[in-house]
């Protein structure tokens, strides 16, 4: 357990190595950055077996970092930030995996993916808004390198859209903490960033604060989880980047963001969470239907995949409004459920598929029978497919059952709304299966020029990094429980309660 | 008051080191070293200047502190800070020179170097209005002659044209308004007109002088709209000259505003905790400072040429340095101190950069930085360090300079008053600032190199210049305290 801070700086330190190895020679950079990975997810894993459930966050380190400020390098961990902890080793060490190809400049471009992965392990650990707020920008400027240098369709635009989107998102979420801050201290309190001090200060701020305080900190985070109308970074950004960033944006830097209106957001402002409750559940709902309608349409692979991944987060989002316990456990168990869903699904589109016959186009890859081609990428996109429409036996299915019995607790209405969601789900991922995969009906003969260039056989590394995520997927799918058994007893916790109550004590 | 002449000695030892260390790079040039190669004279020049300078900062350090000579100089914590700053980033110019272009008279523009030093530490220190001007156009005069230093170039001595006109009317301006409140107060001493201000109120004669005086730090500072002089400045000097006046003069220059606006106006200070606070000359800064954010950041959207992105941005974060101002009334001079002397070694750096690709032909336009991954990967990477800490991101000082600063701000009536709209305002243009910064490093470190380019040899001294200035950046960004510490 008190390893887990290693995580980060094993990150920043394999993100150096992997650099310097980079200059020897690409196999040398991977095999780094691998070991970088499976090294943070193992200690993750041994921090999960010792790990003692119960409210609050537990203390990992707790030093003062700027004493004049008030400032204070804290890190502490409780059953969620272990939940995305584990969600990010995995989509770390399977997002290299899928990087196996990579040959071009391939020590800056896994110095660069660890440097990610070691602020968002950063961001689930910090216990201070100030820690917290560096490792969520550590974060963003490594996806822009990653896109534009090794992304595809439209990279630079992409790249660039999603970090400002990003940054003006940090930015909203700087001024709303300052905000806090100063309006603590000018209401007699110590200065200080701790979450736990300024949920503290904060139950002294007039409405008026409470409410502009909690609009910018919860709409700054959730402009990265995705929330409409802010979402269209997420699409371009994800068809844009290698396959990697896309298994990373979709799965855990999205994430970043609905922790971030989780764990600062709803407990420092309770007030304005009651507040904004109904516009946020609506947002999150129109999300939810409005990108999978979108998905339904789409005509590039990978598009269909960057949609879905707004529609999955709407459901976070919604089960983070509706606020109530049950609710909030299945948005945390929805976070861990999309990481390694939507990384699975992007692999497959990203690295299995377009790389091999270098196209997208669902028209184009109508015509090659790639069940036959490519059993292995067939069958993965077939798990991966039914457990994104939720179907029993995958993590989807306890998730978003999970947030719609929360909604259904104190909106029936939204509920229904949401349910409708989760059919339009269901449409555009059977599309988009049988369209791509099984799309040629043709049983007997394959192409002639498909015979005559055959695709690249599966490698090892894709195999060992989509057993991971299925066998994620499945192991949560089955046993729920190993996930909630975290996330309920952190949210008794003072600070989550009193969010969950609205602000009434 | 007794003048105390050995006092005043001890504390200027500092200045003498400098002076001492401009005479003699010259005297050598001079005799000795007359018929040795410009190349060679040059690196004397500097390996002399920096020994200088190390001894001024050793003085600094050892120095007395406190009034000095009756308190014509005040050695406080900020003085002290200034100081130290400033030797670091003339240190650091002077590293930048030696990728630079040979100047032709290589001693000559070491010792200029040095004079401009000497007027920014007496600057940090004064006051009292007559030594604060003279020390301002001691570094004024002598930054107009880098400016115009490389004599081949008709940009150069347009640049120098320039910044001479608009400086030398900022001059007047200056004269003006300290001679208006010597009249007003009957003292040049800042103390003591603090103390008669306190009586007198806000006057309508005060307005005009605060007015004179705001004019002539806005042109100082390159604040809007009194900035037009730094596009071109900036672009046609010789890139050490620019790298200086970009970095040393502005923490001078914020250094004697403060201390000018805060102990010496501070009667006259006014209120922006609120929107309808008293009336003063807080009120005008926060005018400025907000036409600042917006020119700069939005101009800066527009350039091609990598100099002038730089200076537009350096009008923006002047903007930003004024807030600091603004806000140094309740928080203290730490903010923006360590704002400006971040965002200096930032600047210096990326100048250094520009001066090393230089060497290889042209490097006006974003383009031409093209490829540098390829050409010189240390190049690029510290081009990253320096680009990304004027944008902001964590973990490089230029993040906790912001932090600090809009921090500061936010005191001051929350997101309630005019204060805190300025911060929201300087918050939001960050974003927008991130792209033009990343527009430059995408060149940098995302385009392919164009045909014709070839690889960079940095030379010694300059990669440990900007080893160092990188080094520096990302110290303080990580451990602020170092710096704070000093206050």
New interface residues.
């Given amino acids: 357990m008190n390893a887990l801070p290693c995580t980060i700086y094993l990150s920043f330190v394999g993100a150096l190595l992997a650099l310097a190895a980079g200059m020897r020679s690409a196999a040398t950079a991977r095999v780094v950055a691998l070991l970088t990975a499976l090294t943070g997810f193992g200690v993750a894993l041994s921090a999960a077996a010792h790990f003692v459930p119960g409210p609050g966050l537990q203390n990992l380190i707790n030093l003062p970092?700027?004493?004049?400020?008030g400032i204070r390098y804290h890190l502490a961990a409780d059953g969620i930030s272990l939940t995305l902890i584990l969600l990010t080793g995995i989509a770390a060490v399977a997002g290299i995996l899928f990087s196996w190809n990579i040959e071009e400049r391939a020590g800056?471009f896994f110095a660069l993916f660890l440097t990610l992965i070691g602020g968002v392990y950063g961001v689930f650990l910090s216990a201070d808004a100030?820690t917290l707020?560096?490792f969520y920008?550590?974060a963003?400027?490594p996806k822009?390198?990653l896109i534009?240098?090794w992304g595809s369709t439209n990279r630079?635009y992409g790249a660039?859209k999603l970090?400002?989107y990003s940054?003006?998102g940090s930015?909203l979420v700087?001024?709303g903490l300052?905000?806090a801050?100063?309006?603590g201290?000018?209401h007699g309190f110590a200065p200080s960033f701790a979450l736990h001090d300024l949920a503290t200060a904060a139950t002294h701020f007039t409405r008026g604060?409470q409410l502009?305080m909690f609009a910018l900190v919860f709409l700054g985070f959730a402009v990265l989880a995705g929330l409409f109308p802010f979402h269209t970074w997420a699409p371009t950004g994800h068809v844009a980047a290698p396959t990697a960033a896309s298994m990373l944006l979709a799965g855990v830097v999205m994430k970043l963001g609905a922790y971030g209106c989780l764990r600062v957001a709803m407990p420092l402002f309770p007030v304005g969470l009651e507040y904004w409750q109904p516009v946020i559940a609506w947002l999150a709902i129109i999300g939810i239907i409005y990108a999978g309608l979108v998905a339904l349409v789409q005509d590039d692979f990978k598009f269909v995949i960057g949609y879905s991944s707004v529609s999955h987060m709407g459901f976070v989002l919604l089960g983070l409004a509706v606020a109530n316990a049950q609710a909030v456990s299945g948005a945390v168990l929805q976070m861990f459920s999309h990481g390694v869903i939507a990384g699975l699904l992007f692999a497959v589109v990203g690295r299995m598929v377009y790389e091999r016959t270098h196209t997208r186009k669902l028209a184009d890859l109508r015509a090659l029978p790639l069940h036959r081609l490519m059993p292995f990428a067939a069958l993965t996109f077939v798990l991966a497919g039914l457990a994104s429409m939720g179907l029993p036996g995958f993590s989807g299915f306890p998730a978003e059952l999970t947030i719609l019995i929360g909604t259904w607790k104190t909106s029936p209405l939204w509920a229904t709304f949401a349910a409708v969601g989760v059919l339009v789900a269901a449409a555009f991922t059977l599309r988009v299966i049988q369209v791509s995969f099984f799309g040629s009906s043709d049983r007997t003969s394959l192409p002639a020029d498909a015979a005559a260039h055959p695709l690249p056989p599966i490698t090892w590394a894709e195999r060992a990094g989509a057993m991971l995520l299925i066998a994620a997927t499945v192991y949560v799918g089955l046993k729920p429980d190993v996930l909630l058994q975290w996330i309920n007893p952190a949210l008794q916790s003072p600070l989550f309660q009193a969010a969950l109550r609205g602000g009434t004590p | 008051m007794s003048p105390d002449y050995t006092g005043l000695f001890q504390a200027l030892r500092p200045e003498t080191s400098l002076l001492f260390g401009a005479l003699v790079a010259l005297g050598l040039d001079l005799s000795l070293f007359r018929r040795h190669t410009s190349g060679e004279r040059l690196n004397l020049a500097l390996w002399i200047g920096a020994l200088a300078v190390l001894a001024a900062g050793a003085h600094v350090w050892f120095g007395p502190h406190g009034p000095i000579f009756g308190g014509v100089l005040i050695l406080d914590p900020l003085a002290v800070a200034t100081r130290l700053g400033v030797l670091a980033l003339t240190l650091l110019t002077l590293g930048v020179a030696t990728a630079a272009r040979t100047p032709r008279n290589p001693a000559e523009y070491v010792a200029i170097i040095l004079f401009a030093t000497t007027g920014f530490m007496l600057m940090a220190a004064a006051q009292q209005l007559l030594l604060a001007f003279l020390a301002l156009e001691l570094a004024s005069l002598s930054l107009y002659v880098l400016a115009g230093f490389d004599k081949t170039r008709p940009e150069s001595a347009e640049a120098a044209l320039k910044y001479f006109l608009f400086g030398g009317m900022a001059a007047a301006f200056l004269l003006f308004g300290f001679s208006l409140i010597y009249g007003l107060t009957g003292s040049i001493e800042l103390l003591e007109i603090a103390r008669q201000l306190t009586l007198q109120g806000l006057s309508p004669l005060l307005v005009v002088a605060l007015v004179m005086v705001l004019v002539a730090f806005g042109f100082k500072a390159a604040a809007a709209p009194f900035h037009l002089w730094a596009p071109d400045v900036y672009e046609g000097a010789p890139t050490p000259s620019a790298a200086f006046i970009a970095s040393a003069s502005k923490l001078a220059g914020f250094t004697l505003f403060a201390r000018l606006l805060w102990p010496g106006l501070r009667a006259a200070a006014g209120n922006v905790s609120t929107l309808h606070g008293a009336p003063g000359w807080l009120p005008a800064v926060a005018v400025i400072s907000a036409v600042s954010l917006l020119l700069g950041n939005f101009a800066a959207l527009a350039q091609t040429n990598v100099r002038r992105l730089l200076a537009y941005s350096a009008i923006a974060h002047a903007g930003a340095l004024l807030l600091g101002v603004i806000a140094a009334g309740r928080s203290g001079p730490?903010p923006f101190f360590f704002y400006a002397a971040t965002y200096g070694l930032a600047t210096v750096g990326a100048f250094g950069v520009l001066a090393v690709v230089e060497r290889t032909g042209s490097c006006q336009k974003i383009t031409d930085l093209a490829g540098l991954?390829r050409r010189s990967p240390l190049l690029a990477g510290c081009l990253a360090i320096f680009m990304?800490s004027l944008a902001g991101?964590?973990?490089l000082a230029g993040?906790?300079g912001k932090?600090?600063v809009?921090?500061a701000a936010?005191?001051l009536g929350?997101?309630a008053g005019p204060a805190?709209w300025l911060?929201?305002l300087a918050?939001?243009l960050?974003?927008l600032a991130?792209?033009y910064y990343?527009i430059v490093l995408?060149q940098a470190?995302?385009a392919p190199p164009t045909a014709n380019a070839s690889r960079i040899v940095v030379p010694t001294l300059a990669r440990f210049t900007l080893m160092a200035a990188a080094g520096l950046i990302v110290l303080f960004g990580v451990a602020?305290?170092l710096l704070?510490d000093l206050f």
């Fill in positions: 970092w700027i004493p004049d400020l800056e100030f707020f560096v920008e550590i963003i400027v822009y390198f534009a240098n630079e660039m970090v400002l940054f003006a930015a700087l001024a300052l905000w801050y100063a309006a201290v000018a604060e502009g | 730490a991954h990304l991101i964590p973990p993040f906790f932090f600090t809009f921090a936010l005191q929350g997101l805190g911060a929201f918050i939001a960050s974003a991130l792209y990343l995408k470190l995302v602020p305290s704070l």
